[in-house]
């Protein structure tokens, strides 16, 4: 099973990028995805994500109004879209799958990517 992240890059403050994920090796249609994100010299943090039953999306409390995940369970990829980047988003961007939401809120996914890294410029 893995995931492959990719999109990411170097943007400059107020900018967009989109980026993606690309699942393969299982179905992930019933799981929960997301993705989490890790800043030089600072834990890794959860940044958006959504269950696989509701469909309900949910943010960092950073994130919030400015980046929006989407997903296409037919292609098995999922994607986080950042608009209004600031230099504080510059991390590298980690794709996670469970079938738990929970597991996946707190940082202990079944599943990583193995990262994109997000540089934003001031």
């Known amino acids: 099973v893995q995931l492959i992240e990719s999109g990411g890059g170097l943007v400059q403050s107020g900018g967009s990028l989109r980026l993606s994920c690309a699942a393969s090796?299982?179905?992930?249609?019933?799981?929960?995805m997301g993705w989490h994100r890790q800043a030089p010299g600072k834990e890794r943090e959860f940044v958006i994500g959504?269950?696989?039953?509701?469909?309900?999306?949910y943010y960092g409390d950073s994130v919030k109004g400015r980046f929006t995940f989407s997903r296409d369970n037919a292609k098995n990829m999922v994607y986080l879209q950042m608009n209004s980047l600031k230099p504080e988003d510059t991390a590298v961007y980690y794709c996670?799958?469970?079938?738990?939401?929970?597991?996946?809120?707190?940082?202990?996914?079944?599943?990583w990517g193995q990262g994109t890294q997000v540089t934003v410029s001031s």
């Open positions: 090796g299982r179905t992930f249609n019933n799981y929960a």
């Open positions: 959504t269950a696989w039953s509701d469909g309900d999306t």
């Open positions: 996670a799958a469970d079938e738990r939401l929970r597991q996946l809120y707190v940082g202990a996914p079944e599943y």
